[in-house]
């Protein structure tokens, strides 16, 4: 393992944070608001951020070789899986700093939540947070939500050759995602243009609608990165605008689409992006969740009126489908198939190369046909089958990766939740909080549900979900491989 070039490229990110610290820095200079007592204002406490981490990002990239040019996927893993860790630790100083997050454990599991577009927050009064520490929590979520790695490929297109490895670890979908570009630098680019474009354009949309604009920047940038933080304890509720929940679930529902869709709409593509399965699939889960919702909360009486609860249902269900944790109801509330239904569509989430979190709609499309393939090998087992999606053929090594990794997000889950279970979580919380961390919703059921938040739960609960979120922003390879002896062998 070469632990210099590691170190070095983890150096050359901190710079790019100090850089992007700028921003949450200009807005608290803008707004100037009185310290918490006792604590730093957040100025000084952005300044000291900005300062520690180019300083620290300085020295690693100067005074380590970087030996680029012997980078392997093995230092393409820790790179990424070290560089997410690092830059949630220095992320996290403002939180503490200001006093925001009394403990460091807390502002690192904010941080953290930020950066893996999970949108769990130990925040008990948002609203009650300085501006500039509400601009950078969903600033973290945008940064996340496209990848660290992902940007500074944009911008320093030289990281080395092992720049491939660093782009499948960190993008949403892994192995499955395909480049728009034969040069990797080239589409990181055009994901990040057309993440911007469309950041700006909902912004333009949520001012139009009565937003003001700083609310309608932090929740841009909390939609599209599929991340789910408000400026308000409400969330997306505290308006209670149908124009701006509107305008908020069709960035949601896009975001939840392969930006390499969205670049074939741009080129104009059209027949590309509706015979594409997995988006036809993504849509029809939408359709079908939507009506089913709506459906239940009109059959038990929980919404009499169909206009609020097709509202209320397609909000809910895009939200949790595209694992961005929005709310403008207490589903905690509704009736348990509902429940059940969104705890399940959390474990499924958007599409590959998408913002959104979770397990991915291509794996399960791939995951059936695996399913089929072995039904009708039963009935024809000399045949021979081939497992397509759409024009794609998927190779053995890709179907036995879907396999595991959906093994690995299952029985992660399960683990984190014995082991929140042995510090007295119940078993909604328990259940629930582990999976929507593990799929980086954030929201989930009884404790942790739309009107709680994971204040309450033990430290080394905490810690424990913020490995979730790592693992499940990560897509879980990237960080186990950290665990395992013969990665650091030579």
């Known amino acids: 393992m070469n632990i210099k070039a590691i170190f070095n490229v983890i150096g050359v990110l901190l710079v790019l944070l100090s850089v992007l610290l700028l921003l949450p820095l200009g807005v608290s200079l803008a707004m100037h608001q009185p310290p918490l007592p006792s604590n730093m204002n957040e100025t000084n406490a952005f300044t000291f951020t900005l300062v520690a981490a180019l300083g620290f990002g300085l020295a690693l990239w100067r005074f380590l070789p970087p030996g680029l040019e012997k980078l392997r996927d093995r230092e393409g893993f820790a790179i990424v899986a070290f560089s997410w860790i690092v830059v949630s630790l220095f992320g996290a100083l403002p939180y503490w700093l200001t006093g925001v997050c009394t403990h460091f454990i807390d502002a690192f599991f904010e941080s953290m939540s930020g950066f893996t577009t999970t949108g769990a927050s130990i925040l008990v009064d948002i609203e009650s ?60 680019k055009i994901l990040w243009k057309t993440y911007v474009v ?65 670049h074939q709409l741009i080129l104009k593509n059209f027949r590309t992006v509706i015979s594409n399965p997995e988006f036809r699939l993504y849509t029809s889960l939408v359709c079908m969740g939507t009506l089913l919702i709506a459906w239940e909360l009109i059959r038990t009486s929980t919404e009499s009126n169909p206009q609020n609860a097709f509202r209320q249902a397609f909000f809910t269900f895009v939200s949790i489908n595209t694992t961005t944790g929005f709310v403008t109801a207490d589903y905690d509330q509704w009736p348990g198939f509902i429940r059940i239904l969104l705890l399940g569509i959390m474990m499924v989430g958007g599409c590959s190369g998408s913002t959104s979190g979770s397990i991915k709609i291509i794996r399960y499309l791939i995951l059936f046909k ?121």
Request: hydrophobic fraction near 50%; proline fraction near 4%; glycine fraction near 10%.
């Open 370 to 490: 695996i399913a089929m393939r072995e039904l009708y090998k039963l009935v024809h087992p000399r045949a021979i089958f081939h497992i397509k999606v759409g024009e794609r053929s998927i190779t053995p090594d890709e179907q036995t990766n879907v396999i595991a990794l959906t093994f690995w997000f299952t029985g992660l889950s399960a683990l984190a939740y014995i082991i929140l279970s042995f510090m007295n979580v119940d078993l909604t919380t328990g259940v629930s909080a582990s999976i929507a961390t593990f799929s980086n919703t954030g929201p989930g059921l009884g404790a942790v549900g739309p009107t709680g938040n994971y204040a309450d739960l033990p430290s080394l609960g905490k810690i424990t979900l913020i490995g979730t979120m790592l693992l499940g922003r990560l897509e879980i390879y990237g960080v186990l491989l950290l665990l395992l002896p013969f990665t650091w062998r030579k």
């Open 198 to 262: 469309l950041t700006c354009i909902e912004i333009l949309f949520l001012k139009w609608a009565g937003m003001s604009f700083f609310d309608a920047v932090c929740h841009s940038f909390s939609t599209l990165s599929t991340g789910g933080f408000s400026t308000y304890n409400a969330s997306v509720g505290y308006f209670d605008n149908p124009r701006i929940e509107l305008i908020i679930v069709l960035f949601m529902f896009f975001s939840g689409v392969n930006f390499a869709l969205h």
């Open 129 to 188: 947070s300085p501006k500039g520490i509400l601009f950078w929590r969903s600033m973290t979520q945008w940064i996340g939500g496209m990848g660290i790695i992902v940007l500074s490929l944009a911008i320093f297109p030289a990281l080395g050759v092992g720049s491939t490895s660093l782009f499948r670890a960190e993008i949403p979908g892994g192995a499955t995602v395909e480049k728009v570009r034969p040069r990797l630098a080239e589409t990181a």
